[in-house]
């Protein structure tokens, strides 16, 4: 399968509406080494899955200083050395295409396991169902139990009364967008309770490795907060202070 390389927004609009409407896509992030590998021109270093504007969005992530990874990392390499990321569409689904993800990750190798040189964080797992409810990365933490609803015990803050800030996201809808305007709306909200407001939320329009059908377990919403208030480039949320 041959891929399809993307010059800006528009051109991916236009090429997502030629192949059907999707709105899911399958892409790949190249070094722009004009090395034929993979279906493309450009050694790859990222493979996802996207929808609407996420092909973009990790060289947005790049331009913020406090946000770090190897795969910001190699794009802001590219940018030093005078080059441009080369972003390229493999396939359009109506679905998150996980099969394909899948198949793109293990066939081109994580540079993690020296297989490869993809800088993709997590290795690839396969989805299962708990009542209903489709879960990905986080199937382990509910085999004991049985139930995709179960707070996990590792929950760091189960018991933390929390406040937004004092860095807000750079959008309200991503995911951490709307956990921050939850938490900003119930100052003082414990982790527990807080898991609570977060599954009458609406997260089916945003990229999720997790679910496919828009629903979100317990430990997935426990990934985004610990991320939101543990990780050094986040601190969207905080310990709760009285005012």
Same mark, same amino acid.
């Given at each position: 399968?041959?891929?399809?390389?993307?010059?800006?927004?528009?051109?991916?609009?236009?090429?997502?509406?030629?192949?059907?409407?999707?709105?899911?896509?399958?892409?790949?992030?190249?070094?722009?080494?004009?090395?034929?590998?993979?279906?493309?021109?450009?050694?790859?270093?990222?493979?996802?899955?996207?929808?609407?504007?996420?092909?973009?969005?990790?060289?947005?992530?790049?331009?913020?200083?406090?946000?770090?990874?190897?795969?910001?990392?190699?794009?802001?390499?590219?940018?030093?050395?005078?080059?441009?990321?080369?972003?390229?569409?493999?396939?359009?689904?109506?679905? /998150?295409?996980?099969?394909? /993800?899948?198949?793109?990750?293990?066939?081109?190798?994580?540079?993690?396991?020296?297989?490869?040189?993809?800088?993709?964080?997590?290795?690839?797992?396969?989805?299962?169902?708990?009542?209903?409810?489709?879960?990905?990365?986080?199937?382990?933490?509910?085999?004991?139990?049985?139930?995709?609803?179960?707070?996990?015990?590792?929950?760091?803050?189960?018991?933390?009364?929390?406040?937004?800030?004092?860095?807000?996201?750079?959008?309200?809808?991503?995911?951490?967008?709307?956990?921050?305007?939850?938490?900003?709306?119930?100052?003082?909200?414990?982790?527990?309770?807080?898991?609570?407001?977060?599954?009458?939320?609406?997260?089916?329009?945003?990229?999720?490795?997790?679910?496919?059908?828009?629903?979100?377990?317990?430990?997935?919403?426990?990934?985004?907060?610990?991320?939101?208030?543990?990780?050094?480039?986040?601190?969207?949320?905080?310990?709760?202070?009285?005012?």
């Amino acid at each position: 399968m041959n891929s399809r390389e993307i010059a800006d927004r528009a051109d991916l609009a236009q090429f997502i509406a030629a192949s059907g409407g999707g709105p899911h896509y399958v892409y790949v992030l190249r070094v722009p080494d004009g090395e034929p590998k993979h279906g493309g021109l450009g050694t790859p270093f990222y493979v996802g899955i996207g929808q609407g504007a996420r092909l973009f969005a990790h060289e947005e992530e790049a331009r913020d200083p406090l946000r770090y990874s190897a795969k910001v990392e190699t794009i802001r390499s590219i940018w030093a050395k005078g080059g441009e990321v080369v972003r390229t569409i493999d396939s359009v689904h109506i679905v /998150e295409p996980w099969d394909r /993800e899948e198949e793109l990750i293990n066939s081109i190798g994580r540079l993690a396991e020296g297989a490869g040189p993809l800088t993709n964080a997590q290795t690839y797992a396969r989805s299962v169902k708990l009542n209903g409810i489709e879960v990905r990365k986080y199937a382990a933490d509910h085999a004991e139990s049985g139930d995709a609803n179960a707070i996990p015990a590792k929950f760091k803050l189960r018991h933390t009364r929390l406040m937004a800030g004092p860095r807000e996201p750079l959008s309200r809808t991503s995911v951490f967008g709307k956990i921050y305007t939850v938490v900003e709306a119930n100052p003082g909200v414990t982790g527990e309770d807080l898991i609570g407001l977060l599954k009458a939320v609406d997260f089916s329009g945003n990229k999720s490795a997790y679910t496919q059908g828009g629903q979100v377990s317990s430990s997935w919403l426990v990934g985004y907060i610990e991320g939101g208030y543990f990780r050094g480039d986040r601190h969207h949320l905080q310990d709760y202070k009285a005012q």
